[in-house]
């Protein structure tokens, strides 16, 4: 069939290696080697962490990932100590509020919010926040 209406859409997976879009693809690991897995990231930021406990892009990074893993409470615990860390980190205070939303926790979300917008120079970051905090409502 000749691409155009009706033709499934190709495009390369790997070398050598035509996949329809629609196909369920590899599991990351195998398809990008280079890709850490959960565990490893976790254990790899810890481990900075240990080297340097400043470290807010790690700390930042290791937050995320336990958004990304689902433990929403370790999460908050970490934006938190990013913001001891860096209090102009704007990042962390959105995030943070994101999970303690997902936790039900509205009123800590609107504080974190509102002392994300209190240290923000940053005018997306700052719009970021406020619409989040709009969305909460008072």
Same mark, same amino acid.
């Given at each position: 069939?000749?691409? $155009?209406?009706?033709?499934?859409?190709?495009? !390369?997976?790997?070398? $050598?290696?035509?996949?329809?879009?629609? /196909?369920? =693809?590899?599991?990351?690991?195998?398809?990008?080697?280079?890709?850490?897995?959960? /565990?490893?990231?976790?254990? /790899?930021? =810890?481990?900075?962490? *240990?080297?340097?406990? *400043?470290?807010? !892009? *790690?700390?930042?990074?290791? &937050?995320?990932?336990?958004?990304r893993s689902g433990d929403l409470d370790g999460a908050v615990q970490? !934006?938190? *100590?990013?913001? &001891? /860390?860096?209090?102009?980190?704007?990042?962390?205070?959105?995030?943070? $509020?994101?999970a303690l939303e997902k936790l039900g926790k509205f009123d800590q979300? =609107?504080? +974190?919010?509102?002392? $994300?917008?209190?240290?923000? =120079?940053?005018?997306?970051?700052?719009?970021? +926040?406020? &619409?989040? +905090?709009?969305?909460?409502?008072?």
């Amino acid at each position: 069939m000749a691409a $155009g209406a009706g033709a499934p859409i190709r495009r !390369f997976a790997s070398a $050598g290696k035509v996949q329809n879009r629609d /196909t369920p =693809r590899e599991q990351p690991n195998r398809l990008y080697p280079n890709r850490l897995d959960q /565990t490893t990231r976790l254990d /790899t930021l =810890r481990q900075l962490l *240990a080297g340097n406990p *400043a470290n807010t !892009f *790690a700390r930042y990074g290791l &937050a995320m990932e336990h958004v990304r893993s689902g433990d929403l409470d370790g999460a908050v615990q970490e !934006f938190e *100590a990013v913001i &001891a /860390t860096d209090p102009k980190y704007s990042a962390a205070y959105y995030h943070g $509020g994101q999970a303690l939303e997902k936790l039900g926790k509205f009123d800590q979300a =609107r504080d +974190l919010y509102r002392r $994300g917008i209190a240290v923000t =120079r940053d005018p997306h970051a700052l719009s970021e +926040l406020q &619409a989040a +905090l709009d969305i909460l409502g008072d």
